[in-house]
């Protein structure tokens, strides 16, 4: 069975400076894809960046950026210039290309941006 | 909006009842997806839909729970008999599938709390 684990249920940072938020995931699957998700307090899910498994380039989005490593099954999400706006749940997700293409989610990791 | 909407947003029951959520997907999509999210915890899938079709269910899912999807556009979630361990965050997403691209666009959410 996949699963994605997040072992920072918190973090802070400045507002300005760059944060880290950690993943991991075990999967058997060579094609897939993996997610970081934001979840604001109180609204809805919104998708940061995305990440496919055959592509060995890391994918970024402005302020936006990620760590992966196939081999160690690891899938970090970097943000840059962290701004107020940013302070949210994160969920990394992982899902596969085939049938249902479920979301499989990560317990997520609270973050918080000190002006 | 054109965007995934969930009604009712917050639904509070006595045990015992039961419940009936709604969730209305942006109007291309064929895939339609149900999660369940506790407190601290990321979403876990429920069961998903491709046009009218239900294909897939979880075992989270119960006997007391029961999804449609008439005419492949709005989803219902119905709970019966509902438990106090129904408490939880009930999300709905959409996704338009293509080939192996399937982003999948969140609802706000219902809120269940059971009595």
């Known amino acids: 069975a996949q699963t994605v684990t997040q072992s920072q249920p918190e973090m802070s940072v400045q507002e300005a400076e760059t944060v880290t938020l950690s993943c991991t995931y075990d999967t058997s699957e060579s094609d897939y894809y993996l997610f970081w998700y934001k979840q604001p307090p109180s609204r809805q899910m919104i998708l940061v960046i995305r990440?496919?498994?055959?592509?060995?380039q890391n994918a970024t989005e402005n302020r936006f950026s990620v760590n992966f490593q196939k081999a160690a099954k690891s899938f970090s999400l970097k943000i840059s210039d962290s701004q107020l706006g940013d302070a949210a749940m994160y969920f990394c997700?992982?899902?596969?290309?085939?049938?249902?293409?479920?979301?499989?989610f990560g317990q997520g990791t609270r973050l918080t941006i000190n002006p | 909006d054109t965007g995934v909407s969930q009604d009712p947003r917050h639904k509070i029951t006595k045990r015992g009842q039961n419940v009936t959520f709604r969730c209305d997907p942006i109007s291309e999509h064929n895939r339609l997806y149900w999660y369940r999210q506790t407190l601290g915890q990321g979403p876990e899938f429920l069961t998903y839909f491709q046009n009218e079709a239900q294909l897939e269910k979880s075992r989270l899912l119960s006997d007391r729970f029961s999804a449609e999807r008439p005419k492949g556009s709005f989803s219902t979630l119905e709970i019966q008999r509902t438990e106090q361990g129904d408490s939880a965050m009930y999300l709905c997403?959409?996704?338009?599938?293509?080939?192996?691209?399937?982003?999948?666009?969140f609802g706000p959410g219902t809120r269940l709390t059971v009595l």
């Open positions: 990440q496919e498994a055959y592509k060995q």
């Open positions: 997403a959409s996704s338009f599938q293509r080939e192996n691209l399937n982003e999948q666009f």
């Open positions: 997700a992982y899902r596969i290309t085939g049938g249902a293409q479920k979301l499989v």
